[in-house]
Structure formats: C-alpha cells, structure tokens
C-alpha cells in the first residue's frame, strides 16, 4: 500500500518536474480566469494549481485535462531526463496552401511549439525509452510531413539504439493544408513501424483524447500494446461524419475509450496518475525481449 | 483540342457513372479469374474484391474496388465504400501472394472507408493501418492503379506499392473536396475552390512525387471510349509489372519502403 507521504512525494516531484521541463507556466496574476478553471464535465471550479497537482485530472469527477506535450513528458520522465531530437524543425507549406503559412506562424505563437510533435530519449523509473508525444495545441496534433517525418525519425531511433518507443497521440488526423502529402504519411509511419517490429522493438501506443482520422488508421493501432486515457475519444471517421452518414445520434459513450476495450482495441485504459508506473512495469517486463 | 480542364472537372470525371470500374478491368484484362472471399474474422465484404487470375498467362493477386455500375450493384457494393472486413480480406489476401509468389495488382476506387457504427465498432482504424503495415514488407511486385476517387486512408489502404499510377482524370485526396471545404472553411459548397488548392488531379501528384505514373485517357474522359482506357491501362501494367519481375523480394520491399519514406522529407 502506498503511504500518503508516498503520494505527497510524488506530486512534488511531479511539480518540480513540471516548472523545469513545462514550456507554459500557470502564471500568477490577479485575473480570476488564470487562478481557476471550470471543469468541462462536472462544472465544478478549481484552482489550477490544484489541477496541476493532481496530473490535470479534475478531483471532482476525473475529467482528463488535455496536456501540452512538454507537460506529458514532465509526468512521465526522470527528471532532467529528457533529451528532445529535433526540435527545431518545422513546417513546409508542401502545396502552397492559401493562409497556410499565417496559420502555422499562429499555431507556433500559440503553442510555444515549433510542430505538432515533441520527440526525444529519456529515462522512465530508470528504463530508457523513446518518447513522442502529439500536442493538440499545434493545429489539432494534425499529421502533415513534418510529423509524419518526426514520427518515422522517432521509430528509427529507437531502432538504432534497440530502445522502447512510447507515441502519445492526440490529434485530429492528417493536415488538410498538406493535402495527399499528409495522406502519404500514414504509409511512411506505417512502414517504418512494420521494421521496427521486424527488429524486435517494443512499441507503447498510449491513446489520448483526441486520437482520429489518420492518425488513428496509421501508427496509433499499430503499436504492441495499447494503452488508452479515460474517456478519450479514439476513432477513424469523426462522430459528426458518422452522424451525416447513418442520419441519427451517436449513443453515449460511442468512440470513448471504454468503447474501444470493449471491442477488443486496447488493452488497458490507464489514469494519468498511473501513466508512468504502467509505463515502467510493461519496459521492466520487456527488459529482456530487448535485443 | 478542347480547353484545359479544371481540377472540378477532373472530380467529376473521376466520379462519372459511365467511368468503366474495377469490374470492367478485372473483365478485360485477366483470365480464370478466381475469387476468394471474407476476412476469416468476421464477414465477406462485396466492396472490395479479391482473387487470383492469370495476367498474360502468369498467376497474379488481383485486388479491386468496386464500385456499381446499376444501383443493384451500388448497393451490393456500399457505393464503394468497404468496410474493415474488406481490408482484412486484402491483407489476407496479400499475404498469400507472397507465399505463393505472386505479384499484386490493385485498382483503387474509392470515396473512401464508410464511416459507419459497426466500422468503427471492429476497428476501421486499425485495419487499414494493418493494411499499409503489411504491405509495406511483402516480397512481392505490387502495382496500384488509380482508376477512379482515390478517398483518403480507404484508397492508400491498397496504395503502398512499388508503382502507384493514376489515370489522367483520376483523384487521390487526404479527404473529398467537400469535406474539406466543410472542415477547413465551414462550408461544403465551396468544394470547387478546395479541388483548385487540393492538389489532387494525377498531374499534381506525379509534380509532387506522390505517385510515378499518369495514364492519358481518351479525349473528353475514360467513359468516352472505355476499351481504349482499358488497353492503356494494361500496356502500362504490363510494362512495369516485367521490369518488377527482375527483381528480387528483398530488393522490391526495399525499393518500396524507400519510395514511401521520401515522401514529404522536409530536408
């Protein structure tokens, strides 16, 4: 059993983690909108250092907050860990898409990202790993030919120095503006996968709210093990294109993680608060099916 | 000569009833056709049809979208839209081409997966990605023609091959012209306008490196004179599938990975 000051310790470290690592700070202002947020699901209010405490996860009902990728990688990692590759690259307006440009110099400003796709080397409890994470921050985590990229450069990583890969998704699918290019990456990603597993290599897809479209029907189902958020919507064609097509309503709880064990497509739904502990137990029980 | 069509017209082109389909190909173009049918996990799914024929005379792993050329047959085939079983049947179905040697052919026609309940209840998602991934290894020749709507991940499903071509008036989207003016600008009748920033026609694509070859149509459009279409289509096939038989399974698979892991290479 674990103690209260394990738990306490715990929220520290992740604190501590979170103020190193994060990209966006929660800062302090007398703007009641910046102190406290009002959960989407149970309305209840809360302060967000509360939140942030408690992995964003609401207390009340245990909504899942969308997180950042760098806040992802500040949960999950040992801290100090964390070695990002290529962080630097960025957008190419492929077909040169009207406002295109405009819109990817917004979604940069507004995220504090470069691209929808954070990748790199860490430790987890000690195992090292590659971690990518989507941010749906950057234009819905949409896959365009620089995700579709950084996501391949991240399986041949890990195939090179025979490390576990972990994907965190969270997107809408491919990137419009990118047109079939972005389509193309779902084959590219897919079939770097295919070598990955050829390899011998273990791969962790930990499905997050949002995770559709192409992404969903390219490396998120394609990994070893499936993990899945609570309540995450997972699925290929979006709900509202379902309902154009069958002419009525979706029932509850349709495309929701649960939903998807349910059909056979993850294997476990994982709380945030035991992200990195699950994460560590499936890399120690695969220590040795490393080559 | 007639006036330089617009990528709307190539839409409808590529969308016109009378287009000869995979049907008519398959018809045309292969003997002793010999089909198999269902996924072994669920069900038969008519969308997509799978078997093995003789293409002048050497056995070959035939994989076609159909769509309807009456509305019997529209219905009988969900208006070219498969379902996950229709995937599962093609990786099935592409995995014993490799056993037993045998070059892949796949026409591609769709407006893409159908995004129904029960396609997402058995995992649309993961068995087209399944498709791409298995794909991707075989140690076979595989050639996909374009025939008519290349929709999305439903029509790249059977597009992970070692020569991808397009009829002249075919299309090949990340979405249809109106869903993405629904997506992007909130406003579906400007599907016109998404045909012109797409880049989707078979000219596009082959500037873009997407695929490797345009096959030229009749004047006016395929459905003008279907048995010409037909023919260069074939020469084509033929043509490429002989060079691709020279080669070994190793080779094909590596030619095959690499054709896909430059697309989009932003360095």
Known sequence: MSSVFDIKRKKLAFMRALRRNSSVRVKSSDDADNIFITCPECKEIHAKNDLAENYYVCPTCGFHYKLGAYERIALLADEGSFR???????????????DYSKEVKLARKASGLNEAYVYGTCNINSYPAVVGVLDSKFIMGSMGSVVGEKVTLSIELASKYDLPLIIFSASGGA???????????MAKTSAALKRFSDHGGLYISYMTNPTTGGVTASFAMLGDIHLAEPNALIGFAGPRVIEQTIGRTLPEGFQRSEFLLEHGYIDQIVKREDMRNTIAQILMLHERGQR | MAAELTAYDRVQLARHPKRPKAMDYIEALFTDLFIQRGDRLFGEDASILTGVALYKGRPVTVIGQCKGRDVDENVRFNFGMPQPEGYRKVERAALQAEKFNRPVIC??????????????????????????????????????VVIGEGGSGGALALGVANAVMMLENSIYAVLSPEGFASILWRDSSRNSEACDVMKLTARDLYELGVIDKVIREPEGGAQNNPAQTIRAVDIEIGRKLSSLMQKSGSVLAEERYQKFRKIGNPK
Do not use: W
């Open chain 1, 175 to 185: 990137r419009m503006h990118e047109g079939t290019v972005s389509l193309m990456q």
């Open chain 1, 84 to 98: 990002e590759v290529n962080g630097k690259m960025t957008t190419v307006d492929v077909l040169e898409f009207p």
């Open chain 2, 107 to 144: 026409f591609i026609d769709t407006p893409g997966a159908y995004p129904g309940m029960e396609a997402e209840e058995r995992g649309q998602g993961e068995a087209i990605a399944r498709c791409m991934y298995t794909f991707s290894g075989l140690k076979v020749p595989v050639i996909s």
